[in-house]
């Protein structure tokens, strides 16, 4: 119902104290303040000038039973991110303290089942009305059960502007050609397409090599070919052909710890680009990348098929997994010919649902490629598992790793 010794929020404490004293109309004045002012609230915290206070509202229409929170932040943990309704009114909110230099995106499940059904809560994600700020991930038009996700999004007042992942003012773009590659090792056949840069065909000299998995993700929610024609317009990385291999409905099959994907990239992707195009064979300008499960694949990749990628850029890696079975390899495995950029999120250090803390194991990880002599490049970012930041970090790696300085 709501107690004033419980309410964080200043705007909400104020109402609580006049519905209190009966005066009904502050709850509409309330609202109309929200229209224009937009959810969720954000106030600051006294004497600290790193956090700001979160407080996530909803107008219900009717009677209802629950809200939840989901997202990145406040978290993936639904328990825990149950909003409250303030006295008998139609407001529910939850009240969150957190640093002032993230952005996050979130989702509302009204009437939520509370139980660990995610597809069906997913499916019963709404967006946050009272926020006029929202991202959409596109659906991809291949694949019958993937479907367009909205959702609300909250850039907090210290956050960075992206730089590289947005259109500049050039007209250096590379192509994108579309490939049907038919694996025999893995026996199916998935979308390939390869990005050269800008006048490929008047360069003579042999391009970098970056090959990316989760095509479809990399290219039409990373924004990844934008960002390669600014690096490389901005004289940054030199000139790279990038191949972007797409990921089937067993990703979680192919991309975990799979001694048959590895040699669908290695014995089959990379002749078929060898043979294609004009890229390079030096070690230390081929690159592995992923994301996520796409990250702890090119991880195990480069460690089990050495001497391949000379550098490996891997985003939010999954490194728990299989209880951080690939940690325990690198550390007891000769060192191999790869340099290593790996980044967290800020967001990352709390559980995905029940899972272990992301963070945890790629520190973990990091800490044992330093021990064993690697080059390492290490950092956080603003966000969380969440696709907010890692195109832009894309660019970070790529800088790190193949920079024109680094090479």
């Not at 002012?37 to 700001?52: K, L, Y």
């Not at 629950?66 to 303030?86: H, I, T, W």
């Not at 939850?94 to 993230?102: E, G």
């Not at 993700?217 to 490389?232: G, Q």
Request: hydrophobic share 35%; glycine share 4%; net charge negative.
């Amino acid at each position: 119902m709501g107690n004033i010794k419980d309410i964080e929020s200043y705007k909400i404490r104020n109402l609580y104290n006049e519905l209190i004293e009966e005066n009904y109309k502050a709850l509409d004045v309330f609202w109309d303040e929200i229209k224009e002012s937009g959810s969720p609230i954000i106030e600051a915290v006294e004497d600290d000038n790193t956090q700001v206070m979160v407080t996530f509202i909803y107008k219900a229409e009717e009677k209802i039973e629950n809200v939840v929170v989901y997202g990145a932040f406040p978290s993936y943990r639904y328990k825990e991110n149950l909003m409250e309704q303030l006295l008998d009114s139609n407001l529910w909110y939850r009240t969150y303290k957190v640093r002032n230099d993230i952005k996050f995106s979130y989702n509302y499940s009204v009437n939520d089942a509370l139980d660990d059904d995610y597809k069906k809560r997913s499916s019963n994600f709404s967006l946050d009305k009272l926020n006029r700020n929202i991202i959409v991930f596109p659906k991809d038009p291949e694949d019958e059960e993937d479907r367009e996700q909205r959702k609300s999004l909250v850039k907090l007042c210290n956050v960075k502007e992206d730089i590289w992942n947005k259109t500049m003012k050039h007209s250096n773009h590379g192509t994108l050609e579309l490939h049907r590659f038919k694996s025999e090792i893995l026996n199916n056949s998935r979308r390939v397409w390869v990005y050269k840069p800008y006048k490929y065909e008047e360069n003579l000299d042999e391009n970098n090599l970056i090959i990316f998995t989760d095509g479809f993700l990399h290219i039409n929610i990373l924004n990844s070919v934008t960002i390669l024609d600014n690096l490389i317009y901005e004289d940054l990385i030199h000139e790279s052909v990038c191949v972007f291999v797409d990921s089937n409905d067993n990703r979680v099959e192919e991309l975990a710890f799979n001694k048959s994907y590895g040699e669908f990239i290695t014995k089959e992707i990379l002749p078929w680009v060898h043979s294609n195009y004009k890229v390079t064979n030096e070690l230390s300008k081929t690159v592995i990348s992923g994301v996520s499960l796409g990250a702890l694949a090119s991880t195990y990749i480069a460690l089990k098929f050495p001497n391949v990628f000379g550098n490996v850029l891997a985003q939010s890696g999954s490194f728990f997994w299989d209880n951080h079975w690939l940690i325990d390899e690198y550390e007891s495995s000769e060192k191999v010919q790869s340099k290593f950029y790996l980044n967290v999120g800020i967001l990352e250090d709390r559980p995905y649902d029940d899972e272990p803390i992301m963070k945890d194991y790629i520190d973990k990880l990091r800490d044992v490629l330093i021990a064993k002599g690697y080059d390492v490049f290490y950092e956080g970012f603003q966000s969380g598992h969440d696709f907010l930041s890692w195109g832009e970090k894309l660019a970070t790696g790529l800088i790190a790793l193949i920079g024109k300085k680094n090479l």
